[in-house]
Nanobody, 118 residues
Framework: QEQLVESGGGLAQPGGSLRLSCTAS??????????MSWYSQAPGLKRELVATYTKFGHAVNSPRSVQGRFTIYRENDNNTVYLQMNNLNPEDPAVYYC?????????WGQGIQVTVSS
């Protein structure tokens, strides 16, 4: 029954912004017991970690190319982790995946497309 539902992707112009949402449902204890991450996968490249929000309440952005532009944050009352994406550039288009980790399990969302085009 556990699932991650992503939303908020779509089309943005270079320099624009998008906010991705990942809502977790069916997890005992809610999102606060999960370490949540966003990954991206561009065509022809491997899936890369973008940002992580740990179950201890710490946000970490990675890789260096998105640091200072993307921000991950969590809202416990609606079991949602967000990725605020600002100053989008032509290197950012990709499928973005929400990921959740517990001590013994890993979960993935379906993936959501982000397109940057003028």
């Amino acid at each position: 029954q556990e699932q991650l539902v992503e939303s908020g992707g779509g089309l943005a112009q270079p320099g624009g912004s998008l906010r991705l949402s990942c809502t977790a449902s069916g997890f005992t204890g809610g999102i606060s017991v999960l370490t949540m991450s966003w990954y991206s996968q561009a065509p022809g490249l491997k899936r890369e970690l973008v940002a992580t929000y740990t179950k201890f309440g710490h946000a970490v952005n990675s890789p260096r190319s998105v640091q200072g532009r993307f921000t991950i944050y969590r809202e416990n009352d609606n079991n949602t982790v967000y990725l605020q994406m600002n100053n989008l550039n032509p290197e950012d288009p990709a499928v973005y995946y929400c990921n959740a980790n517990k001590a013994d399990s890993t979960y993935w969302g379906q993936g959501i497309q982000v397109t940057v085009s003028s």
